[in-house]
């Protein structure tokens, strides 16, 4: 039963550059969460997605990020022209959303790292 | 808005010892609490988790306790082992669609 998965591991990207991390859910879940943790720091809420829907984008910069989860394969985190800010551990999450549980399982993370 | 806050960045125990780690929270509202643990390099790890109709739970060598009155949360670990070495949060869900706010974290260092 294989749980969240995201890819890639590490990822390395010039000022500038475009980077693109995948989140695929654990088997039955249709809730994604993407969280971003700077360096000795908590995890900060980005985006709350369903299956084709933004649900809660509260936590997301207003440019440059976007995310998706479409009817068929993983969660994409987009960040457009990346800058050294950007770099960060980000991490996502599923759920199934059972009623009465806020349970969320997460997966490894991205390293993100601006060069 | 939750805010969820750590009281110590770090917390240094000898092997065998119990450990306490403790979490404010600001929303008198909130109805539950999840403890995560997180290894160098990998995601958090669900712990435990308690609802505010509760004062204690206890899991395996763990147990959260939560005190309304004074909106204070705190994870002990029983007998704690180098495996242990992590750091925690404590998070709880903010509005109605279950995203999380985590505290800053602590970091458990088990001494040998």
């Known amino acids: 039963n294989a749980g969240v998965m995201q890819n890639p591991r590490h990822l390395v990207r010039r000022r500038g550059q475009e980077a693109r991390l995948r989140c695929s859910p654990m088997?039955?879940?249709?809730?994604v969460y993407w969280y971003r943790q700077l360096p000795e720091e908590g995890l900060k809420f980005m985006v709350y997605?369903?299956?084709?829907?933004?649900?809660?984008e509260s936590g997301m910069p207003k440019e440059r990020f976007s995310a998706e989860f479409p009817k068929e394969g993983p969660s994409i985190l987009r960040i457009q022209q990346v800058v050294r800010g950007d770099s960060a551990a980000y991490f996502c999450?599923?759920?199934?959303?059972?009623?009465?549980?806020?349970?969320?399982?997460f997966g490894p993370g991205t390293r993100l790292t601006v060069t | 808005g939750e805010s969820v806050g750590l009281h110590l960045p770090t917390l240094s125990v000898q092997e065998g010892d119990n450990s306490i780690i403790n979490c404010a929270y600001s929303?008198?509202?909130?109805?539950?609490f999840i403890w995560y643990k997180q290894e160098s390099g990998k995601g958090p790890q669900f712990i435990i988790d308690?609802?505010?109709?509760?004062d204690k739970r206890q899991g395996q060598r763990v147990t959260v306790l939560l005190n309304k009155t004074v909106k204070h949360l705190s994870l002990q670990i029983a007998a704690t082992q180098p495996g242990d070495s992590a750091v925690y949060f404590c998070?709880?869900?903010?509005?109605?669609?279950?995203?999380?706010?985590f505290g800053q974290g602590t970091t458990l260092q088990v001494k040998p």
């Open positions: 308690i609802r505010s109709n509760m």
């Open positions: 929303n008198s509202a909130s109805d539950y």
């Open positions: 088997k039955g879940h249709s809730h």
């Open positions: 997605l369903q299956k084709e829907n933004i649900i809660d």
């Open positions: 999450a599923s759920s199934g959303l059972i009623e009465n549980s806020y349970e969320q399982y």
């Open positions: 998070a709880a869900p903010s509005g109605n669609t279950g995203k999380l706010i």
